[in-house]
T-cell receptor
Framework: GQQLNQSPQSMFIQEGEDVSMNCTSSSIFNTWLWYKQDPGEGPVLLIALYKAGELTSNGRLTAQFGITRKDSFLNISASIPSDVGIYFCAGQWSGGGADGLTFGKGTHLIIQP | DTEVTQTPKHLVMGMTNKKSLKCEQHMGHRAMYWYKQKAKKPPELMFVYSYEKLSINESVPSRFSPECPNSSLLNLHLHALQPEDSALYLC????????????FGNGTRLTVT
């Protein structure tokens, strides 16, 4: 099925550094979501964005819904060891019914000691 | 703790076996989903149920048979699977309509021998 273009594919950073990742799409979405997945667990919702241009924070995480509705970014400030994991962006149309998500391929975040 | 509970956590089955995966939620969500996830890949949508009725089947082989007996339960019946069906199977739920992000369970790790 359709996938979003998520980058970077992986990141090797030092603890305390800031992190930035983004997703782009050829289609517009009504909702952009960011999930984090740890090994052996399901994806956990970090931030949900519902309006073009919306900028939302959740602790050290900040995400924005692109004005064109075709892109989104996620920033993590002052990374800590527990930030390690796979981050997925996801777009959702939600035209009023129940539909699934279109996922990016994920960004693997690795924090070097 | 996730509010979407999946059992079993791990399952090993032979290609001639019949088994079932179970998903339970008590959030009052009326949309429920099955996703399949291979290692280090994004989840792939399999089925969507809306108000206990199948609304989306993403061309999934008939050896996977979903069932939604009530608004809290979602099952995935497995029969005559192939080794390539080994994956993490994720259940998710959402409200219907706009502003309805998906909430995932921790999945069932399935190994087909």
């Amino acid at each position: 099925g359709q996938q979003l273009n998520q980058s970077p594919q992986s990141m090797f950073i030092q603890e305390g550094e800031d992190v930035s990742m983004n997703c782009t799409s050829s289609s517009i979405f009504n909702t952009w979501l960011w999930y984090k997945q740890d090994p052996g667990e399901g994806p956990v919702l970090l931030i949900a964005l519902y309006k073009a241009g919306e900028l939302t924070s959740n602790g050290r995480l900040t995400a924005q819904f692109g004005i064109t509705r075709k892109d989104s970014f996620l920033n993590i400030s002052a990374s800590i060891p527990s930030d390690v994991g796979i981050y997925f962006c996801a777009g959702q149309w939600s035209g009023g019914g129940a539909d699934g998500l279109t996922f990016g391929k994920g960004t693997h975040l690795i924090i070097q000691p | 703790d996730t509010e979407v509970t999946q059992t079993p956590k791990h399952l090993v089955m032979g290609m001639t076996n019949k088994k079932s995966l179970k998903c339970e939620q008590h959030m009052g969500h009326r949309a429920m989903y099955w996703y399949k996830q291979k290692a280090k890949k994004p989840p792939e949508l399999m089925f969507v149920y809306s108000y206990e009725k199948l609304s989306i089947n993403e061309s999934v082989p008939s050896r996977f048979s979903p069932e939604c007996p009530n608004s809290s339960l979602l099952n995935l019946h497995l029969h005559a699977l192939q080794p390539e069906d080994s994956a993490l199977y994720l259940c998710a739920t959402s409200t219907r309509g706009k502003n309805s992000p998906l909430h995932f369970g921790n999945g069932t790790r399935l190994t087909v021998t």
